[in-house]
């Protein structure tokens, strides 16, 4: 099997370790053919044992070795008595060997072996998984390390995969069985008594009684940070007991390709004493930034330099988002050491903020007069306008010229706004059902960018003509402009919406939109802190060091919202799952603008499959190329994509049971 490390390091003996531990520490052998077999395995976390599914008999991922510029055969073998697959997380390759079942082939049934063939365009980090039924979080996932031609341009003298995964005590298929019967299942964070106790002390006791009953009306709680708790973090295949861990000798430069296989686990990242030099997001190099933490959401990749002076061990910490769990491994000049192991950090809390995109659904139940309708991204659902669309809202054709941002006090931002109670009788209701909304006449080729210029889109003039009844025109809303392309309907007559049953308890503060280029909303209970009080990555700070396309307007914009009901256990985009949904459908050389509105209060990690994600920090043409996006609670985060790949694409949040549930949609580029 060329090219493969399949080191069981937790079995070896000392010597023998030593010696495995200095190969994964090299580049072993490059390309060629490639031997994998899909396998049920015992996984023994140190915590617990349990039966799942590997690669090559090991629970110790198995690193797939490749060089930019090469064509691979990959063989995998089927030895499961269910079929199987094999997805290529990240690489740009022929849509038929993506491996995904139902979109680009057929899968792989039981005792068949299935070849796949594809060049390698591409150098850096990246991993594989299986895409069939819950096999992925079973334990169906290894890492994929690509040489760049010429070699890596930044230089270490150690180089080691860091793969992190949340294994749990139940399988995949049990596990959503028990999250559709109760959301909460997996919840082991619920507030208690003391906590009342504590923030009445703090806050006082009317103001925490009525956030508590604030929480209970919408049936959630502010620790519902992570869906499934109860896991066992593990760094390649390893727990905190196991202590995975990676020589170094004092001055030398390691490299560490940190890899977020998780089935719903967020992990922050660091190594107290170590400054981390950032040089590589999702396989893509970036301008070099220290760090002393970083959040890698599920799917993600980081590669991160590090320097180790003393002679001493250095320990690995990967800390769930929620704080409910974490795994130690070391950086050690000699066998047998540990690092310390450090105390879980105070859990989060989500707050108003972090709700805000939930908030459209509530208005028949909830009293908003106290809520001062401060303008805010995600407090308010406008996604029940119920316009004659088709779900994935295409802006393709709007011709508008961009206007300057008015200098005027807050409006009322109604972009989330839910309309179910609102009097519709004095609005136009003259457009026809046409499905997908048709913006043909509306002077688009007069806007830059889309949304990425100050101007946004005045819908004042639209001239949306006539719609069928119970839809919502805007063509005498009189919206001003905002930043970001978001819509201001600070001057809409509200007159036939009541707001008297919204109890808001003054929160109108806490619900503040994100600024552009703000991956978290103000106030957020997610907006990470590092362990020492120093530099936490965000995605500003990412920088491409090399464009990869020419910085071009996008052709359209589609607005994807990630919608869902977290007591059900639904998950959808744009209210829809995918099996009621249509395919997105693009062209192929043109650009697309993605506007994800967040409507729910889960972070979820985005992917589409077969292309490059350009995410909009701000940066023009150096904005950072990803091929996974968090969309954290509340926010509306722009990204574009080169269409330059003909097939049919997955386009999913990498959760693995909200894919399941729904938040999942077939691309196709034609």
């Known amino acids: 099997m060329k090219g493969m490390e399949m080191i069981s390091i937790s079995r070896f003996k000392p010597a023998l370790l030593a010696a495995a531990l200095t190969l994964s520490g090299s580049l072993g052998a490059l390309a060629g053919t490639y031997d994998i077999t899909v396998d049920k395995i015992r996984i023994n976390t140190g915590e617990f044992t349990k039966t799942g599914v590997g690669y090559n008999k090991s629970q110790t991922p198995t690193i797939l070795r490749f060089k930019e510029g090469e064509t691979v ?5 089927n030895n499961l008595r269910e079929s199987t697959s094999i997805h290529w997380h990240g690489l740009i390759l022929p849509f038929r060997q993506d491996g995904v079942p139902g979109i680009s082939f057929n899968g792989i049934k039981p005792g068949e072996t299935f070849t796949y063939r594809f060049p390698i365009v591409q150098s850096g980090t990246y991993w594989f998984h299986s895409h069939t039924g819950f096999q992925e979080p079973d334990g169906a996932f290894g890492a994929i390390v690509i040489e760049p031609k010429g070699g890596e341009p930044i230089k270490s003298q150690r180089d080691y995969v860091v793969q992190l995964t949340d294994k749990h005590p139940h399988n995949g298929n049990r596990i959503f069985r028990n999250l559709k019967m109760s959301a909460d299942y997996y919840n082991r964070s619920q507030r208690t008594f003391q906590d009342l106790v504590r923030d009445s002390r703090a806050n006082g006791l009317k103001s925490t009684l009525q956030e508590r009953g604030m929480w209970g009306r919408m049936r959630m709680m502010p ?12 760094i390649n295949g390893q727990s905190t007991r196991q202590n995975w861990s ?24 660091r190594i107290p004493g170590l400054k981390m ?3 590589q997001a999702d396989g893509n190099p970036v301008k070099p930034v220290a760090v002393d933490e970083l959040r890698v959401a599920v799917a993600e990749t980081y590669d991160v330099i590090v320097q180790p002076r003393g002679n001493k061990p250095y320990s690995i910490v990967a800390e769930s988002m929620g704080r409910t769990a974490l795994v130690r491994g070391t950086l050690t000049p000699k066998l047998g050491l540990a690092g310390p192991v450090p105390r879980l950090r105070r859990k989060p809390l989500l707050t108003m903020a972090d709700m805000g995109g939930m908030m459209g659904g509530m208005h028949g139940d909830m009293d908003m007069s106290g809520m001062g309708h401060v303008s805010s991204q995600g407090t308010m659902d406008h996604s029940q306008h119920q316009m004659p669309m088709e779900e994935e809202m295409d802006h393709s054709q709007h011709q508008m010229a961009a206007e300057p941002a008015e200098p ?4 009322m931002d109604h972009s989330k706004m839910d309309h179910s109670k609102m009097d519709h009788s004095k609005m136009s209701e003259t457009a026809p059902a046409a499905k997908e909304m048709d913006h043909s006449k509306m002077g688009h080729d007069t806007m830059q960018k889309d949304t990425k210029s100050t101007g946004t889109m005045d819908h004042a003039a639209m001239g949306h003509g ?3 009844k119970g839809t919502m025109d805007h063509a005498a809303m009189g919206h001003g402009t905002k930043a970001k392309g978001t819509m201001d309907h600070g001057n809409m007559n509200m007159g036939g919406m009541d707001h008297s049953k919204m109890d808001m308890g003054g929160m109108g503060h806490m619900m503040q939109p994100a600024e552009p280029g703000e991956f978290y909303v103000p106030g957020s209970g997610l907006k990470p802190v590092a362990y020492n009080g120093g530099k936490f990555l965000s995605y500003k700070d990412l920088r491409a060091s090399r464009p990869l396309y020419r910085d071009r307007a996008p052709t359209r914009t589609i607005e994807l919202r990630l919608t869902g009901n977290m007591e059900r256990y639904i998950w959808s985009i744009n209210d829809k799952k995918l099996k009621d949904s249509e395919p997105i459908r693009l062209k192929l050389g043109e650009r697309v603008r993605f506007k994800f509105v967040n409507e729910t209060m889960m972070s979820h990690p985005m992917h589409l499959h077969g292309m490059w994600t350009i995410l909009d920090t701000g940066k023009g043409k150096w904005d950072p190329i990803k091929h996974t996006v968090s969309i954290a ?30 938040m999942f949609r077939k691309v196709i580029v034609q």
């Open 73 to 77: 055969t990959l063989r995998v073998k």
């Open 223 to 234: 620790t519902d940070i992570e869906d499934v708790q109860g896991f066992v973090p593990l």
């Open 246 to 269: 990676g020589l170094f000798k004092p001055g030398e430069k390691v490299r560490l390709r940190i890899i977020n296989s998780s089935a719903m686990s967020y992990f922050d990242f």
């Open 277 to 279: 030099l950032v040089v």
């Open 408 to 411: 005027a006090a807050p409006a």
């Open 466 to 468: 006539t719609k069928a």
């Open 633 to 662: 609670p509340g926010t509306t985060v722009y990204t574009e994509t080169e269409v330059d790949a003909a097939g049919q694409w997955a386009f999913h949040c990498h959760l693995s049971y909200h894919a399941e549930a729904g």
